[in-house]
């Protein structure tokens, strides 16, 4: 059997999907590294909503998929950006995620920690600010997760350099209850997060980040880096304090950087991850072993994916992110809160849908392409 996908020249051509997945199974805990998969929200599709509504969110189909993360070893990183937080999910629906995803983990004994922003206002004061860190951290010690502290668009637009960056994240860390991780996620992901802790030039940003980790090294358990910079992600990792954990956020890099070198590696925080889940658990468990070279092979060819999906504009990779939740069977509709699921193309779609059949990830390939051939008949495209 063949499927026609559209090609780049607006043409279509035949593709032959491939007949059976890669084949891998749950597995024991892992031992070498921490891993998080950032997993993304399922829709309400029968919610009578529009784009300015709050969310509507299909509960028993989003904490489903955070089990099968956690049946492979995964930890959740919950209400983070490939949640759609802010594009789509606001603060009541993030809080009741937080609750439920919190609960769930509890239940069935898996490893979650969730995001700590300010989406409750859109600008403020850094009191105001502060204010609303200190609401959401207050939810997340109280559902039992850990506290990933999020960059703030609000923080952003209220403060005047560095020193207040380092008086708000200050203030936050003597605050938490417990050790928290801190997430410098870039103007790519968030093109309202410019200048971050102070500055445009990124050495100068460098500067300040680390300095409020130095201060509070008791209260800062890792960090997230998600600015798509290898070098940099290294460079940042062998400044940290002895003992804090470095988890990338780099979606073109990560194989290498989870890797590491003779002078350390990274944990991973990972979007890639959500669809990716068993083959990354898989990976792990070689890298485990101290099976580098294994690791590196089976992680490796997922990066033209993971590139494809979070392309320019990178922000709207969790379209790709849902659509392959939806042909991996995990849920029975493409639709996404917001209606973010028009944020890419058909060509977008089709080339997603041929590179992760080619790695193997849909656990029924014929409901794949069945459901793959669905979309395509939507836009025009016959078989």
């Known amino acids: 059997m063949t499927i026609r996908l559209p090609d780049s020249k607006g043409g279509l051509r035949a593709y032959e999907p491939r007949p059976e997945p890669l084949a891998v199974t749950p597995g024991s805990p892992f031992t070498s590294r921490t891993v998080f998969s950032a997993a993304h929200v399922v829709a309400d599709p029968f919610a009578d909503v529009s784009p300015d509504s709050p969310a509507a969110v299909d509960w028993d189909a989003t904490l489903a998929f955070r089990r099968h993360l956690w049946s492979h070893g995964l930890g959740v990183a919950e209400a983070m950006d490939t949640a759609q937080r ?3 999910l606001d603060w009541a629906g ?3 995620l937080i609750r439920r995803s919190a609960a769930e983990a509890k239940a069935v004994g898996g490893r979650i920690a969730c995001g700590v922003g300010t989406d409750q206002i859109t600008a403020g004061s850094l009191v105001e600010v ?16 850990q506290a990933i502290l999020m960059a703030s668009r609000a923080l952003a637009a209220a403060a ?18 417990e050790p928290v991780i801190l997430h410098w996620l870039g103007p790519m992901f968030d ?12 050495d100068t940003a460098t500067d300040t980040f680390l300095d409020v980790i130095a201060a509070h090294p008791d209260k800062v358990e890792g960090i997230k880096v998600s600015l798509l910079d290898a070098q940099r992600e290294i460079d940042i990792r062998r400044r940290l304090p002895q003992g804090v954990r470095c988890y990338t956020g780099d979606d073109f890099n990560y194989p290498e950087l989870i890797a590491g070198d003779e002078k350390g590696f990274s944990h991973a925080l990972l979007g890639i991850f959500d669809p990716l889940g068993p083959l990354a658990a898989e990976a792990v468990r070689v890298l485990d072993t101290g099976d580098v070279a294994g690791f590196r092979a089976l992680l490796d060819p997922t990066v033209e994916l993971s590139r494809h999906l979070f392309q320019t504009p990178t922000r709207f990779y969790k379209t790709g992110v849902v659509l392959l939740a939806w042909l991996a069977g995990h849920q029975s509709h493409f639709t996404m809160v917001g209606g973010l699921q028009s944020a890419r193309s058909l060509p977008h779609f089709a080339r997603a849908y041929e590179l992760a059949d080619g790695l193997g990830l849909f656990p029924d390939p014929k409901l794949a392409e069945d459901r793959m051939k669905t979309l395509l008949a939507l836009y025009g495209v016959t078989q």
């Not at 502060?130 to 997760?145: F, I, K, N, P």
């Not at 005047?160 to 209850?177: I, K, M, W």
């Open 86 to 88: 802010g594009m789509g």
């Open 94 to 96: 993030a809080a009741e």
């Open 130 to 145: 502060r204010t609303a860190y200190e609401e959401q951290l207050a939810l997340v010690d109280e559902s039992g997760a």
């Open 160 to 177: 005047n350099g560095p020193e207040d960056y380092l008086e708000v994240y200050g203030h936050l860390l003597r605050q938490a209850s």
């Open 191 to 202: 093109p309202a997060l410019e200048g971050y802790w102070g500055s445009s030039d990124l």
